[in-house]
């Protein structure tokens, strides 16, 4: 079902309409569900927050294991070259 869109200026061009009077006719929609549980006591911003908390772990987690690779992969560089001594 369509709803008739007319101009709501009688001044502009036919062919034009300016819909900001049919989309401020919808009714917001009222969270319902899970959403309207969340947002009624807060429990989405906690969510939110716990989130955001393990995304920081995680990346803190892949920096402190690149820093350590790092150093790993310099003291691998630093050491001198093993000569294979063996059947000499």
Not at 42 to 69: C, E, M, N, P, Q
């Amino acid at each position: 079902m369509q709803l008739p869109i007319t101009p709501t200026d009688s001044t502009e061009a036919p062919g034009t309409a300016v819909y900001d009077s049919v989309w401020a006719a919808l009714p917001e929609a009222a969270p319902v569900g899970l959403e309207a549980v969340m947002l009624q006591q807060d429990k989405l911003y906690v969510v939110l927050a716990v989130v955001l908390i393990i995304w920081f772990g995680v990346l803190f987690f892949l920096l402190r294991t690149d820093r350590r690779l790092a150093r790993i992969e310099q003291d691998l560089d630093a050491r001198p070259e093993r000569e294979d001594t063996v059947g000499t």
